[in-house]
T-cell receptor
Framework: DSGVTQTPKHLITATGQRVTLRCSPR?????VYWYQQSLDQGLQFLIQ???????AKGNILERFSAQQFPDLHSELNLSSLELGDSALYFC???????????FGPGTRLTVL | QQQVKQSPQSLIVQKGGISIINCAYE??????FPWYQQFPGKGPALLIA???DVSEKKEGRFTISFNKSAKQFSLHIMDSQPGDSATYFC???????????WGAGTKLIIKP
Protein backbone atom coordinates (compact mmCIF):
# COMPACT_ATOMS: atom_id res chain seq x y z
CA ASP A 1 0.00 0.00 0.00
CA SER A 2 1.61 3.25 -1.20
CA GLY A 3 -0.47 5.52 1.01
CA VAL A 4 -2.01 7.25 -2.00
CA THR A 5 -5.76 6.75 -2.29
CA GLN A 6 -7.91 7.15 -5.37
CA THR A 7 -11.65 7.06 -5.75
CA PRO A 8 -13.60 5.63 -7.35
CA LYS A 9 -11.88 2.38 -8.25
CA HIS A 10 -14.07 1.83 -11.29
CA LEU A 11 -16.21 4.22 -13.27
CA ILE A 12 -18.50 3.41 -16.16
CA THR A 13 -20.12 6.24 -18.04
CA ALA A 14 -21.40 7.25 -21.45
CA THR A 15 -19.91 9.39 -24.18
CA GLY A 16 -20.43 13.10 -23.70
CA GLN A 17 -20.59 12.83 -19.92
CA ARG A 18 -18.36 14.43 -17.31
CA VAL A 19 -16.63 12.66 -14.43
CA THR A 20 -14.41 13.62 -11.51
CA LEU A 21 -11.60 11.45 -10.23
CA ARG A 22 -10.25 12.05 -6.76
CA CYS A 23 -6.82 11.54 -5.26
CA SER A 24 -5.49 11.88 -1.73
CA PRO A 25 -1.70 12.00 -1.56
CA ARG A 26 0.46 10.39 1.10
CA UNK A 27 0.64 12.30 4.33
CA UNK A 28 3.30 15.00 3.97
CA UNK A 29 3.53 14.87 0.19
CA UNK A 30 3.00 18.24 -1.46
CA UNK A 31 3.21 17.19 -5.08
CA VAL A 32 0.48 15.36 -7.00
CA TYR A 33 0.72 13.96 -10.51
CA TRP A 34 -1.93 12.58 -12.84
CA TYR A 35 -1.23 9.92 -15.48
CA GLN A 36 -3.30 8.16 -18.09
CA GLN A 37 -2.56 4.57 -19.08
CA SER A 38 -4.48 3.02 -21.93
CA LEU A 39 -4.63 -0.75 -22.41
CA ASP A 40 -1.12 -2.18 -22.73
CA GLN A 41 0.28 1.30 -23.13
CA GLY A 42 2.83 3.31 -21.26
CA LEU A 43 2.19 6.09 -18.83
CA GLN A 44 1.12 9.40 -20.29
CA PHE A 45 1.85 12.27 -17.94
CA LEU A 46 -1.07 14.65 -17.73
CA ILE A 47 -0.37 17.29 -15.12
CA GLN A 48 1.45 18.01 -11.87
CA UNK A 49 0.50 20.18 -8.91
CA UNK A 50 2.72 21.30 -6.08
CA UNK A 51 1.16 22.72 -2.93
CA UNK A 52 -1.90 23.91 -4.80
CA UNK A 53 -0.15 25.37 -7.82
CA UNK A 54 0.15 23.85 -11.28
CA UNK A 55 3.81 22.99 -11.81
CA ALA A 56 4.02 21.02 -15.06
CA LYS A 57 1.69 20.13 -17.86
CA GLY A 58 1.97 17.15 -20.14
CA ASN A 59 -0.32 15.71 -22.77
CA ILE A 60 -3.52 16.85 -21.14
CA LEU A 61 -6.50 17.47 -23.40
CA GLU A 62 -8.41 20.73 -23.17
CA ARG A 63 -11.46 18.69 -22.13
CA PHE A 64 -9.55 17.64 -19.02
CA SER A 65 -8.76 19.83 -16.05
CA ALA A 66 -7.37 19.33 -12.59
CA GLN A 67 -6.85 21.14 -9.35
CA GLN A 68 -5.22 20.64 -5.99
CA PHE A 69 -7.08 21.84 -2.94
CA PRO A 70 -5.72 23.43 0.27
CA ASP A 71 -5.87 20.05 2.03
CA LEU A 72 -3.64 18.78 -0.85
CA HIS A 73 -6.12 16.34 -2.30
CA SER A 74 -6.54 16.61 -6.04
CA GLU A 75 -9.31 16.11 -8.54
CA LEU A 76 -9.11 15.36 -12.24
CA ASN A 77 -12.14 16.42 -14.22
CA LEU A 78 -12.82 14.78 -17.57
CA SER A 79 -15.60 16.24 -19.70
CA SER A 80 -17.25 15.56 -23.05
CA LEU A 81 -16.00 12.02 -22.70
CA GLU A 82 -15.12 9.99 -25.77
CA LEU A 83 -14.64 6.25 -26.22
CA GLY A 84 -10.89 6.82 -26.45
CA ASP A 85 -10.79 8.26 -22.95
CA SER A 86 -11.33 4.77 -21.56
CA ALA A 87 -8.16 4.06 -19.59
CA LEU A 88 -6.60 3.66 -16.18
CA TYR A 89 -5.98 6.99 -14.52
CA PHE A 90 -3.26 7.04 -11.91
CA CYS A 91 -2.47 9.62 -9.32
CA UNK A 92 0.98 9.76 -7.76
CA UNK A 93 2.45 11.90 -5.02
CA UNK A 94 5.89 12.87 -3.87
CA UNK A 95 7.39 15.05 -1.21
CA UNK A 96 8.63 17.78 -3.45
CA UNK A 97 8.71 16.73 -7.08
CA UNK A 98 12.29 15.60 -7.24
CA UNK A 99 11.78 12.49 -5.21
CA UNK A 100 10.25 9.08 -5.64
CA UNK A 101 6.69 9.15 -6.87
CA UNK A 102 4.24 6.91 -5.04
CA PHE A 103 1.36 5.71 -7.16
CA GLY A 104 -2.19 5.09 -6.13
CA PRO A 105 -4.17 2.01 -7.22
CA GLY A 106 -5.75 3.87 -10.13
CA THR A 107 -9.26 4.53 -11.38
CA ARG A 108 -10.43 2.44 -14.30
CA LEU A 109 -12.65 4.56 -16.52
CA THR A 110 -14.84 2.90 -19.11
CA VAL A 111 -16.68 5.12 -21.58
CA LEU A 112 -19.50 3.34 -23.42
CA GLN B 1 15.83 15.76 -26.31
CA GLN B 2 13.28 15.01 -23.65
CA GLN B 3 12.73 11.40 -24.69
CA VAL B 4 13.76 8.24 -22.94
CA LYS B 5 13.93 5.28 -25.30
CA GLN B 6 13.35 1.85 -23.76
CA SER B 7 13.97 -1.56 -25.25
CA PRO B 8 12.89 -4.25 -25.75
CA GLN B 9 9.14 -3.79 -25.80
CA SER B 10 8.70 -7.32 -24.49
CA LEU B 11 11.02 -9.96 -23.11
CA ILE B 12 10.69 -13.64 -22.27
CA VAL B 13 13.29 -15.15 -19.95
CA GLN B 14 13.60 -18.60 -18.45
CA LYS B 15 13.39 -18.92 -14.70
CA GLY B 16 16.84 -18.46 -13.21
CA GLY B 17 18.09 -16.44 -16.16
CA ILE B 18 19.16 -12.82 -16.36
CA SER B 19 16.67 -10.23 -17.61
CA ILE B 20 18.15 -7.11 -19.15
CA ILE B 21 16.18 -4.00 -20.09
CA ASN B 22 17.87 -1.00 -21.66
CA CYS B 23 17.14 2.71 -21.76
CA ALA B 24 18.80 5.59 -23.58
CA TYR B 25 18.43 9.32 -23.16
CA GLU B 26 19.63 12.44 -24.91
CA UNK B 27 19.42 15.22 -22.38
CA UNK B 28 22.57 15.33 -20.28
CA UNK B 29 20.78 17.48 -17.71
CA UNK B 30 18.89 14.45 -16.41
CA UNK B 31 20.22 13.59 -12.96
CA UNK B 32 17.91 10.95 -11.51
CA PHE B 33 17.08 7.64 -13.18
CA PRO B 34 14.48 5.40 -11.54
CA TRP B 35 13.04 2.08 -12.58
CA TYR B 36 9.43 1.30 -11.80
CA GLN B 37 7.72 -2.10 -11.70
CA GLN B 38 4.05 -2.48 -12.50
CA PHE B 39 1.89 -5.56 -12.02
CA PRO B 40 -1.38 -5.88 -13.95
CA GLY B 41 -4.14 -3.74 -12.46
CA LYS B 42 -1.76 -2.01 -10.03
CA GLY B 43 0.04 1.30 -9.98
CA PRO B 44 3.76 1.41 -10.74
CA ALA B 45 6.10 1.13 -7.76
CA LEU B 46 9.69 2.29 -7.49
CA LEU B 47 12.08 -0.62 -7.81
CA ILE B 48 15.51 0.99 -7.81
CA ALA B 49 17.01 4.34 -8.80
CA UNK B 50 20.42 5.79 -9.56
CA UNK B 51 22.10 9.17 -9.84
CA UNK B 52 24.78 9.73 -12.50
CA ASP B 53 27.64 10.01 -10.02
CA VAL B 54 27.76 6.20 -9.73
CA SER B 55 28.05 3.57 -12.45
CA GLU B 56 26.20 0.77 -10.74
CA LYS B 57 23.68 0.25 -7.98
CA LYS B 58 22.60 -3.11 -6.65
CA GLU B 59 19.62 -3.99 -4.50
CA GLY B 60 19.17 -7.71 -4.03
CA ARG B 61 18.69 -9.33 -7.43
CA PHE B 62 18.17 -5.97 -9.15
CA THR B 63 21.07 -3.92 -10.54
CA ILE B 64 21.14 -0.66 -12.45
CA SER B 65 24.15 -0.16 -14.70
CA PHE B 66 24.73 3.43 -15.76
CA ASN B 67 26.94 4.57 -18.63
CA LYS B 68 27.13 8.35 -18.54
CA SER B 69 29.26 8.73 -21.67
CA ALA B 70 26.91 6.57 -23.74
CA LYS B 71 23.83 8.12 -22.11
CA GLN B 72 22.44 4.69 -21.40
CA PHE B 73 21.27 2.83 -18.35
CA SER B 74 19.97 -0.66 -17.90
CA LEU B 75 18.18 -2.87 -15.42
CA HIS B 76 19.50 -6.35 -14.76
CA ILE B 77 17.39 -8.88 -12.91
CA MET B 78 19.52 -11.80 -11.75
CA ASP B 79 18.04 -15.26 -11.10
CA SER B 80 14.75 -14.12 -12.64
CA GLN B 81 11.65 -15.59 -11.02
CA PRO B 82 8.05 -15.99 -12.25
CA GLY B 83 7.06 -13.38 -9.65
CA ASP B 84 9.19 -10.85 -11.52
CA SER B 85 6.78 -11.03 -14.46
CA ALA B 86 5.57 -7.45 -14.77
CA THR B 87 5.96 -4.33 -16.87
CA TYR B 88 9.08 -2.32 -16.16
CA PHE B 89 9.43 1.38 -16.86
CA CYS B 90 12.60 3.41 -16.87
CA UNK B 91 12.43 7.15 -16.35
CA UNK B 92 14.62 10.22 -16.10
CA UNK B 93 14.32 13.46 -14.21
CA UNK B 94 15.98 16.81 -14.02
CA UNK B 95 15.86 18.10 -10.48
CA UNK B 96 15.22 21.57 -11.85
CA UNK B 97 12.30 20.43 -13.97
CA UNK B 98 10.38 18.21 -11.55
CA UNK B 99 8.85 16.14 -14.38
CA UNK B 100 9.72 12.49 -14.83
CA UNK B 101 10.19 11.50 -18.47
CA TRP B 102 9.06 7.89 -18.90
CA GLY B 103 10.18 5.13 -21.19
CA ALA B 104 7.52 3.17 -23.07
CA GLY B 105 7.77 0.11 -20.82
CA THR B 106 8.95 -3.48 -21.19
CA LYS B 107 6.62 -6.39 -20.57
CA LEU B 108 8.72 -9.10 -18.91
CA ILE B 109 7.57 -12.70 -18.75
CA ILE B 110 9.55 -15.24 -16.77
CA LYS B 111 8.84 -18.80 -17.90
CA PRO B 112 8.91 -21.45 -15.16
Amino acid sequence: DSGVTQTPKHLITATGQRVTLRCSPRSGDLSVYWYQQSLDQGLQFLIQYYNGEERAKGNILERFSAQQFPDLHSELNLSSLELGDSALYFCASSVSGVNEQFFGPGTRLTVL
Amino acid sequence: QQQVKQSPQSLIVQKGGISIINCAYENTAFDYFPWYQQFPGKGPALLIAIRPDVSEKKEGRFTISFNKSAKQFSLHIMDSQPGDSATYFCAALMDSNYQLIWGAGTKLIIKP
